[in-house]
T-cell receptor
Framework: QQQVKQSPQSLIVQKGGISIINCAYE??????FPWYQQFPGKGPALLIA?????SEKKEGRFTISFNKSAKQFSLHIMDSQPGDSATYFC??????????FGGGTRVLVKP | DADVTQTPRNRITKTGKRIMLECSQT?????MYWYRQDPGLGLRLIYY???????NKGEISDGYSVSRQAQAKFSLSLESAIPNQTALYFC?????????FGPGTRLTVL
């Protein structure tokens, strides 16, 4: 049973377009929601994160939107570039710094 | 991810063999983790350690064991490997900012 559900599993977007990845969670004890980016042959790397007292966080072309009442959060990649082609994981943290990960979304940005 | 290193990077082994995956870190973090990654399932926590004397099971610890030899070293063992343990394995450390992953070990059990 996955506590963090991520969709879609894969996504193709044209260069310059917007990539949107959605995650939903059940555990209201989660208090930190990071997104990780993983390139082939590499480990996941922290991309951006949000805490539940904030509804939106933006860093460059990457934005997290957070809806606490719906228990959902999403990653938006604006002006998507071929170099953004990677697998993206949402995650949620409860006590003890343990992360629960979503299933991942493979994003392909076509030139 | 050069701060967290994993050896070996690739390993092919046979059913029933014992295998050890090693992780070292130079970040000075007390907290270390072992995950496995399978397609569509994301990363699942196998074991974690908050310091040298503290070892805890994660959500999928059956068939695995760990050893925290020092603050910088955390090893994962498969006592008797089976084919469904074929996966990508990641070690990670953490501080209050987040978790930092090594490059992974691709393990194939035939």
């Amino acid at each position: 049973q996955q506590q963090v559900k991520q969709s879609p599993q894969s996504l193709i977007v044209q260069k310059g377009g917007i990539s949107i990845i959605n995650c939903a969670y059940e555990n209201t004890a989660f208090d930190y929601f990071p997104w990780y980016q993983q390139f082939p042959g590499k480990g996941p790397a922290l991309l951006i994160a949000i805490r539940p007292d904030v509804s939106e966080k933006k860093e460059g072309r990457f934005t997290i939107s957070f809806n606490k009442s719906a228990k959902q959060f999403s990653l938006h990649i604006m002006d998507s570039q071929p170099g953004d082609s990677a697998t993206y994981f949402c995650a949620a943290k409860a006590a003890g710094n343990k992360l629960t990960f979503g299933g991942g979304t493979r994003v392909l940005v076509k030139p | 991810d050069a701060d967290v290193t994993q050896t070996p990077r690739n390993r092919i082994t046979k059913t029933g063999k014992r295998i050890m995956l090693e992780c070292s870190q130079t970040k000075g973090h007390d907290r270390m983790y072992w995950y496995r990654q399978d397609p569509g399932l994301g990363l699942r926590l196998i074991y974690y350690s908050f310091d040298v004397k503290d070892i805890n099971k994660g959500e999928i610890s059956d068939g695995y064991s760990v050893s925290r030899q020092a603050q910088a070293k955390f090893s994962l063992s498969l006592e008797s490997a089976i084919p469904n343990q074929t996966a990508l394995y990641f070690c990670a450390t953490s501080d209050f900012n987040g978790q930092y992953f090594g490059p992974g070990t691709r393990l194939t059990v035939l």
